[in-house]
């Protein structure tokens, strides 16, 4: 989770954004950012939306979805798909990789410069320009292991 002050400073550069850009600085474009950027969760569009609505009971899913996907554009959070699960955001926009949970779902960060240092196959140098990378891990967390956590529903 975010220290208050880094959720702030990424506030206060959305707030600049905005400006730059000549976008009007809304109440639900500031609380959908806040609910994806003060949690390591990697909350889907219905949990935003759920937590959103405590503070601006009225907003609408399209209105979050639209918003979500402005954040995105300006890379301001990332969107991340897990096979077969819900669309998810990402606060944590610097490099980083994800260990998934296959039986809850639970999403955990983690940094590697040994992963972020790998040399790729001169193969896949050829399809593009690589803009970053990203691992995703998929296992069983230490709670489902131990019976401790509820499997997410299938």
Known sequence: MQSSQEVESRMQAFREMCKR??????????????QVVCTDEHPDVD?????????????????VYRILYRLEDEGLISRVQMSGDRLRFDGNTGSHH??????C???????????????????VQTWGEIKGRHLQ???????????RRRQKAK
């Open 21 to 34: 850009r000549g976008l009007r600085i809304t109440p639900q474009r500031m609380e959908v950012l806040r």
């Open 47 to 63: 949990v935003i939306l759920r937590r959103v609505r405590k503070r601006i009971p009225n907003v609408s899913l399209d209105t």
């Open 105 to 123: 779902g639970m999403v955990l960060d983690f940094a590697s410069e040994d992963v972020d240092q790998v040399r790729l196959p001169d193969e």
């Open 137 to 147: 891990i998929r296992g069983v967390c230490r709670q489902c292991l131990s019976g």
């Open 98 to 103: 994800h260990f998934v949970c296959s039986q």
